[in-house]
Every structure is written in C-alpha cells, then in structure tokens.
C-alpha cells in the first residue's frame, strides 16, 4: 500500500527502514524524517503524516529496547556502591 504519495513510499519500505535502523543502532530513536533520510527522499506536502507514523509505531522494531530486554552482555554495569563510614 502506497503510504505518501508525493514520493510513491509504501508500507513496505517504511517497514523495511526500521527494521534496518533498528538492527543498525538498537538506541536510536527513529523519526519520520531519518526515514525519508535513509530511503533517499524527502518529505514534500506532509499530507501523509499520519499514516505514515501510524505505519513506522505498528513494526515490531519500532520501539527501544529496555536493559531487561537485551542479553546481560549489553547491560550497562550496575553501579559500585560505596562503603559509608
Ligand atoms: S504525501 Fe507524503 S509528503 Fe506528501
């Protein structure tokens, strides 16, 4: 399905961006914009907004992980405690 129709960008390929954002740096914060970005266009009327938020928030790879959810290895240390006294 054809998402913004300025730059023929379809559901598909939005998908396909974040996937691909989100398996290259598992921190970053995935805008609209780094999407146009990463499929080489730019976003022109805006008209497709909606739907096209409404797609990138509906993948699976959209959000952040939390530290619970990686393997220990990717954990940030736990803080040293301090001995008081
Ligand atoms: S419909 Fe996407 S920029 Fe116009």
């Known amino acids: 399905m054809i998402v913004c129709h300025c730059l023929s960008i379809s559901d598909h390929e939005i998908r396909a ?9 598992p921190d ?5 914009g780094k ?14 907004m909606p739907l096209f938020l409404s797609t990138m928030r509906g ?3 959209f959000g952040v992980q939390t530290a619970q959810d990686r393997p220990p290895v990717l954990r940030s240390p736990a ?3 301090r001995a008081i006294g």
């Open 17 to 25: 961006a974040v996937k691909w954002m989100r398996a290259a740096d």
């Open 59 to 61: 993948c699976e790879e």
């Open 28 to 32: 970053t914060i995935i805008t609209p």
């Open 79 to 81: 803080p040293a405690k």
């Open 35 to 48: 999407i146009y970005h990463a499929l080489g266009k730019r976003a022109d009327c805006g008209g497709c």
